[in-house]
């Protein structure tokens, strides 16, 4: 049993107010006074709440969404999270004017103590102050033993409580601890039956979300699909199942799935980078390049001013609107370069910042001038400023992996893959999802040599001089690269059914029918690409009839 520090009183307690608002300090300190809670600081903005978290660990800290200066109160909170400034054992209180169902989610995301809709009501924040006040007297034991990871011990300690009638009111709430405590002992099958043990005397979300998530961990299939059926139904647990699905579809191979649950959850919740970046890399393994930009510019958006904004992250905006100029005709190509362009301007600004990604930068230049087909300048670039060599960040090992089989450098290319494929580790969903993806491309750039874009320019060429077997096979190479191009498939439709009324379907091309059918039915195609579909389906489905 660890030695558990005793609980301070209400004189002791140290409370920040994070707001920008001088009428919510004065409301708040009123009412802290009133509870004999008197050592209270102000902090306007967020660089003065940081400041002060920096000089003293604080109890109580009340933060605004709207606070002033260069951070909102949700990238403070997860930035005081990041550094320590808030343990399990410090109170929070999220306040704000905002109601908004992703604000919300977000905030809940976070596990603040309580949440706090403006404009406050004096009377109010005195009885929800009282109210928090004797919630974690009562759980301090539990939230000690959080903190320093004896999850044994904090059972022990819940179990007793459970036994006291006095705190009856809080039973729901040591509960969950208890349940989160078998989860981190990997206790699933206990866990279950504490679920399903608490769904008998409870409502809340969180055992119906906790019940899913041990069966899932047990594999129990069946039970858990009837039970999310439910739950993704409801306001209150859709957000958390989408994640506990995605996991489960990810850690089971399912990716396609995955991504689907996971670009779901990332609506709910637009602002959490953890979600947004397994949607990036979801995106990338599913062949979903358009997806790859959106998560990227999103994490870009909302890591703005926080702890985790970086020069990175809009270098990988960059890097995903090359990938997705690869694919697209040369207009819109051209828009993602201007755009592109204007990103690296923008980075290149701080000549520091430019002197540490000299290399990065060098890369997509590279990229950039092969969109442009200027292959020879690009090419001389990766000779000349470009090592083939491994670095420390993922992201940048693998552009240049890119870059090298662009330009034609398909040896280096390889080269550079099989040395980042042992930096990966499947230990986590990322690492899992990383390992798969780094498969598929060692796979890929052995077997394709060329980008989506320009196997569909060759293929167009062959078309043009009737060799349509040829232009067949490098519809499919740049299909298998980019399967979510409507015109790329389209294009292998027509040159199928070409095929078909000539010489008839092999059973090969007849299953890139069928795949390419699949894949246009899963896509908003414009009228014109709707026709088109519909005009070579047909086509293919009478030399089919004639046939039979």
Same mark, same amino acid.
């Given at each position: 049993?660890?030695?558990?520090?005793?609980?301070?009183?209400?004189?002791?307690?140290?409370?920040?107010?994070?707001?920008?608002? &001088?009428?919510?300090?004065?409301?708040?300190?009123?009412?802290?006074?009133?509870?004999?809670?008197?050592?209270?600081?102000?902090?306007?903005?967020?660089?003065?709440?940081?400041?002060?978290?920096?000089? !003293?660990?604080? +109890?109580?800290?009340?933060?605004?969404?709207?606070?002033?200066?260069?951070?909102?109160?949700?990238?403070?909170?997860?930035?005081?999270?990041?550094?320590?400034?808030?343990?399990?054992?410090?109170?929070?209180?999220?306040?704000?004017? +905002?109601?908004?169902?992703?604000?919300?989610?977000?905030?809940?995301?976070?596990?603040?103590?309580?949440?706090?809709?403006?404009?406050?009501?004096?009377?109010?924040?005195?009885? #929800?102050?009282?109210?928090?006040?004797?919630?974690?007297?009562?759980?301090?034991?539990?939230?000690?033993? %959080?903190?320093?990871?004896?999850?044994?011990?904090?059972?022990?300690?819940?179990?007793?409580?459970?036994?006291?009638?006095?705190?009856?009111?809080?039973?729901?709430?040591?509960?969950?601890?208890?349940?989160?405590?078998?989860?981190?002992?990997? *206790?699933?099958?206990?866990?279950?039956?504490?679920?399903?043990?608490?769904?008998?005397?409870?409502?809340? $979300?969180?055992?119906?979300?906790?019940?899913?998530?041990?069966?899932?961990?047990?594999?129990?299939?069946? $039970?858990?699909?009837?039970?999310?059926?439910?739950?993704?139904?409801?306001?209150? @647990?859709?957000?958390?199942?989408?994640?506990?699905?995605?996991?489960?579809?990810?850690?089971?191979?399912?990716?396609? #799935?995955?991504?689907?649950?996971?670009?779901?959850?990332?609506?709910?919740?637009?602002?959490?980078?953890? #979600?947004?970046?397994?949607?990036?890399?979801?995106?990338?393994?599913?062949?979903?390049?358009?997806? *790859?930009?959106?998560?990227?510019?999103?994490?870009?958006?909302?890591?703005?001013?926080?702890?985790?904004?970086?020069?990175?992250? @809009?270098?990988?905006?960059?890097?995903?609107?090359?990938?997705?100029?690869?694919?697209?005709?040369?207009?819109? @190509?051209?828009?993602?370069?201007?755009?592109?362009?204007?990103?690296?301007?923008?980075?290149? !600004?701080?000549?520091?910042?430019?002197?540490?990604?000299?290399? *990065?930068?060098?890369?997509?230049?590279?990229?950039?001038?092969?969109?442009?087909?200027?292959?020879?300048?690009?090419?001389?670039?990766?000779?000349?400023?470009?090592?083939?060599?491994?670095?420390?960040?993922?992201?940048?090992?693998?552009?240049?992996?890119?870059?090298?089989?662009?330009?034609?450098?398909?040896?280096q290319s390889i080269q550079l893959l099989?040395?980042?494929?042992?930096?990966?580790?499947?230990?986590?969903f990322t690492g899992k999802v990383l390992?798969?993806?780094?498969?598929?491309?060692?796979?890929?750039? *052995?077997?394709?040599?060329?980008? /989506?874009?320009?196997?569909?320019?060759?293929? &167009?060429?062959?078309?043009?001089?009737?060799?349509?077997? /040829?232009?067949?096979?490098?519809?499919?190479?740049?299909?298998?690269?980019?399967?979510?191009?409507?015109?790329? @498939?389209?294009?292998?439709?027509?040159?199928?059914?070409?095929i078909a009324e000539e010489a008839g379907?092999? /059973?090969?091309?007849?299953?890139?029918?069928?795949? &390419?059918?699949?894949?246009?039915?899963?896509?908003?195609?414009?009228?014109?690409?709707?026709?088109? %579909?519909?005009?070579?389906?047909?086509?293919?489905?009478?030399?089919?009839?004639?046939?039979?």
């Open positions: 049993m660890i030695d558990i520090p005793a609980q301070k009183s209400n004189d002791e307690l140290r409370v920040l107010i994070i707001d920008g608002q &001088s009428l919510v300090h004065d409301l708040i300190r009123s009412a802290l006074l009133d509870a004999n809670i008197n050592q209270v600081q102000s902090a306007h903005n967020s660089f003065t709440a940081l400041q002060f978290c920096q000089e !003293c660990q604080y +109890d109580l800290i009340l933060v605004a969404f709207d606070v002033q200066s260069d951070k909102d109160g949700f990238n403070l909170l997860e930035e005081m999270k990041f550094k320590g400034h808030i343990t399990n054992t410090t109170c929070v209180i999220f306040l704000s004017a +905002d109601t908004s169902t992703g604000l919300v989610n977000c905030v809940v995301e976070m596990e603040p103590t309580d949440f706090w809709v403006k404009p406050l009501d004096r009377a109010k924040v005195s009885k #929800r102050i009282l109210q928090i006040r004797l919630i974690e007297q009562k759980l301090y034991a539990l939230r000690y033993c %959080f903190d320093q990871a004896e999850y044994a011990t904090a059972i022990y300690y819940a179990q007793r409580q459970l036994q006291d009638l006095s705190v009856a009111h809080y039973h729901p709430h040591i509960n969950r601890l208890i349940g989160r405590a078998l989860f981190n002992l990997k *206790q699933y099958q206990e866990a279950e039956k504490l679920f399903l043990g608490l769904a008998q005397k409870y409502e809340y $979300s969180w055992v119906q979300v906790g019940l899913v998530a041990s069966l899932l961990k047990q594999n129990k299939i069946e $039970s858990a699909m009837l039970l999310t059926d439910k739950l993704l139904k409801r306001e209150d @647990t859709k957000f958390a199942t989408y994640d506990l699905l995605a996991e489960y579809y990810t850690q089971n191979e399912e990716y396609e #799935r995955g991504y689907e649950i996971i670009q779901e959850a990332t609506k709910l919740a637009p602002r959490s980078l953890e #979600r947004n970046q397994k949607s990036w890399n979801l995106a990338r393994l599913n062949h979903d390049r358009l997806g *790859q930009y959106i998560a990227t510019r999103n994490m870009a958006k909302y890591a703005k001013n926080s702890i985790h904004d970086s020069p990175l992250l @809009t270098l990988n905006v960059i890097r995903a609107a090359i990938d997705l100029a690869i694919t697209l005709p040369t207009v819109d @190509t051209n828009k993602l370069i201007v755009i592109a362009k204007k990103n690296i301007e923008e980075l290149c !600004c701080d000549k520091q910042v430019m002197k540490v990604l000299d290399e *990065q930068l060098s890369v997509i230049q590279a990229r950039i001038l092969n969109l442009q087909n200027k292959k020879p300048e690009a090419e001389k670039i990766m000779r000349d400023r470009v090592k083939v060599e491994a670095k420390l960040e993922f992201e940048d090992n693998l552009d240049k992996v890119k870059a090298f089989h662009e330009a034609g450098m398909w040896e099989d040395q980042i494929k042992g930096m990966i580790t499947q230990s986590t390992t798969e993806y780094l498969e598929q491309e060692s796979k890929e750039r *052995q077997n394709i040599r060329y980008s /989506p874009k320009e196997l569909a320019e060759m293929a &167009s060429a062959h078309y043009k001089n009737k060799r349509y077997k /040829p232009a067949y096979d490098l519809l499919c190479q740049a299909s298998q690269l980019s399967p979510k191009n409507a015109n790329i @498939t389209i294009s292998l439709l027509k040159v199928l059914a070409i379907l092999e /059973p090969q091309e007849n299953e890139s029918v069928e795949q &390419s059918v699949s894949a246009l039915n899963k896509i908003i195609l414009s009228e014109n690409q709707q026709n088109k %579909f519909d005009e070579y389906q047909q086509r293919i489905n009478h030399t089919r009839s004639n046939v039979t």
